[in-house]
């Protein structure tokens, strides 16, 4: 099911809890981003799109203060990512959760440990009958039955385990959601699920998501607007039905190959109430 597009605000109520300016990350001799700009504003799902190694990645870990970029200026929920400060950096990983790809749960800990970890970090003087009710209700948050609280990540099904990671990425009710990849590995019922599930968290929470992907079924489904990464910048950031135009060779690949086809044949159907999504991602 797609979800209308009804909560972009408009320019005059924007605010901009994000703002990178002129990002320049580097690798040795390989320069990642060369002057990237973007904003990401309050209360809005962003995906971000862009070829193999084209930084989404880097560009996340930018934002969020665990890499410090060569050069730019980069303030989120009005904190400087660059500064060395650790109240600034602490303010930045009090307010950001983060869903990484592969979920990076501690193996030897129970979903209910892992999802406890960043409450006792942050709450140390909590019970620990709160921190594990606090648990128990995020891990039911993201529909995770309550039997999954005491099972070790290994004993999830890969949609549980990225499910289990959201639970302890909203642990600490953070305004401002990461998600990277987040249906990568799904088959495509449990994506459109993924998908769905992201988009009632972020309206029931008023969350802003900064959704790294390459599934052109979840930008469709979900997406308030793209960024989408070529060339070292951010080349365009705006709702689909404005990239979908780009003249860029790869955006144009990609909005229109033939996956771009399978999926708006999918939600054609979808549309006439005749069959479920089909898999277009991993592109
Ligand atoms: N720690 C690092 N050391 C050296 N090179 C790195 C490092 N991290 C990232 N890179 C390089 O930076 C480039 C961008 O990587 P990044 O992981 O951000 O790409 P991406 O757009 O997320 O790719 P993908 O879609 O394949 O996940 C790649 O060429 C990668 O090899």
Same mark, same amino acid.
């Given at each position: 099911?797609?979800? %209308? ?6 320019? #005059? ?40 190694? +084209? ?10 203060? !665990? ?7 980069? #303030? ?18 009090? /307010? ?27 709450? %140390? ?11 128990? !209700? ?35 009710? %953070? ?5 990277? #990849?987040? +249906? @990568?590995? !799904? ?20 969350? +802003? ?37 780009? #003249? ?13 086809? @399978? ?8 549309? /006439? ?6 898999? +277009?991602?991993?592109?």
């Amino acid at each position: 099911m797609t979800i %209308p597009d009804s909560r972009l605000p408009t320019p #005059e109520d924007r605010e901009t809890i994000v703002s990178v300016r002129g990002l320049v990350n580097r690798f040795g001799e390989q320069v990642v981003h060369d002057g990237l700009d973007l904003d990401v504003y309050r209360g809005e799902i962003l995906g971000v799109v862009g070829g193999s190694g +084209t930084g989404k990645s880097v560009l996340m870990r930018s934002i969020l203060a !665990l890499r410090r970029p060569d050069e730019g200026r980069i #303030e989120v929920l009005g904190v400087d990512a660059r500064s060395q400060d650790p109240q600034d950096r602490r303010h930045i990983e009090r /307010n950001t959760g983060v869903l990484f790809q592969d979920g990076a749960l501690f193996s030897s800990l129970s979903v209910g440990e892992n999802v406890q970890v960043p409450l006792k970090e942050y709450y %140390p003087g909590m019970t620990d009958s709160l921190r594990y009710e606090l648990a128990l !209700l995020k891990v039911k948050l993201s529909g995770l039955p309550a039997d999954a609280l005491d099972k070790l990540p290994s004993q999830l099904s890969g949609g549980m385990r990225k499910r289990a990671g959201l639970a302890r990425a909203l642990a600490l009710d %953070p305004p401002l959601l990461f998600l990277d #990849e987040p +249906t @990568a590995g !799904l088959d495509p019922i449990g994506a459109a699920a993924f998908d769905q599930l992201i988009r009632t968290l972020q309206q029931a929470l008023g969350l +802003t998501v900064f959704l790294i992907t390459h599934d052109l079924d979840t930008l469709y489904a979900i997406c308030d607007r793209i960024a989408v990464l070529a060339d070292r910048k951010v080349i365009a950031v705006a709702p689909m039905a404005e990239v979908e135009q780009l #003249e860029h060779p790869w955006a144009h690949e990609y909005f229109h190959g033939p996956r771009a086809r @399978a999926a708006q044949e999918a939600r054609e159907r979808e549309a /006439n109430g005749d069959g479920p999504r089909t898999q +277009t991602q991993a592109m």
